[in-house]
C-alpha cells in the first residue's frame, strides 16, 4: 500500500501551512485513508507541537537532525519509489540548497513530487527569485496552488499547475453556534466597555515584506469610525517575531498618534482563535496581497461578517458572495464607511448564510482529502469509489488558463 510523503517547509509559524496541514489529515481520517499518510516534522518543532496536541502524533516521522531539510530528503530517498512526495510550501531560502542538491536522484528515482504553494513565492531579492527559479526547475514538481492569485504568482516557477484547491477549515471549531464559555480574560475589559468588536488575526509583519498585512492601517481605520461617531475596539491578534516586539511597539504608537489608544489592542497568537470569533462584530483584513485568505472563511464560518482587500486571495473569496465588502485595502475611510454600512444593512444576515455555504461547498476537509488523494495518484482510480463519492468540494477549476 502506498503512502504519501508528505514535507512542510516552514515549521515554526503557527499559520497557514501547519493548519492546512491538520486538516488534511482529518480530511484522510473521514475518508479512512488515514494509514497512507507519513509527515516528515522537525523534532521540538511548533508543527510537531501543534499537530501532537490535536492527537494526530500517528502520522509524524521526526527527523532530529539539525539540518532538517537535508536529512528528511534522505530519509524519503530510503522509501519505495512509488510512495509519492508531497512538498508543502517548501520556498524559505534557507532550505533551497537541499532541494536544489537532492533534485537529480529525485528525478532519477521516478518518484512523483508535488508541491502545494501557499504564497507567492517572491523575494525582495534578486538572489532570492533566482534561487527559487533554479530549485522548481530542478525539482519540476505538479503544482497544486491554494487560490488563482497564487497561482498566477507561480506559474513562471513550474512547468505544470496541476489544481487549485482552496485549503478546508474545521466546522467543528468554525461555526455559527452560540459560545458555551465566557469570553477570553483579556477580551473582557473591551466587551465590558460596550465597545464593538473590531478583529484583525494575523501575524505582525514588517511593511515591506512581499505578504505585508497592512496592519498600520487598522488605527486609521479606528480613527475614522471615532470621526464618525462608532464606538469600535480593534485587535489585533497574532505572533510578533521582531527583536522586542519592536512591530508591536509601532503599531500601538500609530495608534496614540492617532488619537485611538484606548481603542487599539494587541494580543498574542492563541491555537484557541475561535473563542475570539464568537465576541467579534467585524473582522478587518486589509493585506493587499494575501495569498489565500484563511481569516475570511474561519470568520464567515462563525457568522462574523468581514471587511477585507479587494486585491489577493481576500478579494478573490469574498467576490463570490459578498463583493460589497471588499475595499481597496489602503482606503481607511471605504473600510470604515463598509462597516458602518454592512452593520446597519439588514441583508447582512442573508449574505451571511450565503457566505457560510459558499466555505461548507469548499473548504471542506474531505473534500480537501479526497483530492489531494486523487491528485497523487495515492488510491487508485479503480479502487477508490469510497473517495469518488460526491464532488470533490474544495475544487475551483481546472488550471488551463491560469
Not at 454592512?342 to 450565503?354: I, R, W
Request: contains cysteine; proline residues 7%; glycine residues 6%.
Amino acid at each position: 500500500m502506498a503512502k504519501l510523503l508528505v514535507l512542510p517547509g516552514c515549521q515554526n509559524t503557527l499559520g497557514g501551512t501547519t493548519v492546512s496541514l491538520s486538516l488534511m489529515l482529518k480530511g484522510f481520517e473521514q475518508c479512512g485513508i488515514s494509514e497512507q499518510l507519513c509527515v516528515l516534522v522537525k523534532s521540538n518543532s511548533l508543527m510537531e507541537r501543534y499537530l501532537r496536541q490535536v492527537g494526530q502524533a500517528s502520522y509524524l516521522q521526526i527527523i532530529q537532525e539539525r539540518e532538517f531539510m537535508k536529512h528528511a530528503l534522505h530519509w524519503v530517498s530510503q522509501q519505495p519509489k512509488d510512495y509519492p512526495l508531497l512538498l508543502e510550501n517548501c520556498v524559505v531560502r534557507k532550505i533551497l540548497p537541499s532541494l536544489i542538491l537532492a533534485a537529480p536522484a529525485l528525478r532519477l528515482s521516478g518518484r512523483p513530487v508535488y508541491h502545494v504553494f501557499r504564497d507567492q513565492t517572491r523575494s525582495p531579492k534578486l538572489l532570492g527569485n533566482l534561487a527559487r527559479k533554479l530549485a522548481f526547475a530542478c525539482l519540476s514538481p505538479r503544482a497544486i496552488c491554494n487560490s488563482h492569485f497564487t497561482a498566477a504568482h507561480v506559474k513562471s516557477l513550474v512547468s505544470e499547475i496541476q489544481e487549485i484547491l482552496y485549503p478546508p477549515i474545521d466546522p467543528q471549531r468554525f461555526n455559527d453556534s452560540p459560545a458555551t464559555s465566557s469570553p477570553p480574560a483579556n477580551l473582557q475589559p473591551i466587551l465590558n466597555s460596550g465597545a464593538r468588536l473590531m478583529l484583525t488575526p494575523s501575524r505582525i509583519t514588517a511593511p515591506e515584506q512581499v505578504n505585508d498585512k497592512n496592519l498600520r492601517s487598522l488605527p486609521l481605520v479606528l480613527a475614522q469610525l471615532k470621526t464618525l461617531g462608532h464606538n469600535y475596539h480593534g485587535v489585533v491578534i497574532g505572533e510578533d517575531a521582531s527583536p522586542g516586539q519592536s512591530l508591536t511597539r509601532a503599531l500601538l504608537d500609530r495608534a496614540e498618534s492617532l488619537g485611538v489608544a484606548d481603542r487599539f489592542t494587541v494580543l498574542p497568537a492563541t491555537f484557541a482563535i475561535e473563542d475570539y470569533y464568537k465576541y467579534a462584530d467585524v473582522v478587518v483584513t486589509l493585506a493587499p496581497r494575501e495569498p489565500f485568505g484563511r481569516t475570511v472563511v474561519e470568520a464567515i464560518a462563525c457568522g462574523v461578517p468581514v471587511v477585507g482587500s479587494n486585491t489577493g486571495g481576500i478579494g478573490e473569496i469574498l467576490q463570490n458572495f459578498a463583493p460589497e465588502w471588499a475595499v481597496d485595502p489602503n482606503d481607511p475611510v471605504a473600510a470604515a464607511e463598509a462597516i458602518v454600512r454592512l452593520t446597519a444593512d439588514l441583508s447582512t444576515p442573508t449574505t451571511l448564510v450565503q457566505g457560510r455555504r459558499w466555505v461548507e461547498t469548499y473548504c471542506s476537509a474531505v473534500g480537501y482529502a479526497r483530492a489531494i488523494a486523487r491528485i497523487t495518484g495515492l488510491v487508485p482510480l479503480n479502487a477508490s469509489d469510497r473517495l469518488r463519492s460526491g464532488d470533490d468540494n474544495c475544487f475551483l477549476a481546472p488550471t488551463s488558463g491560469i
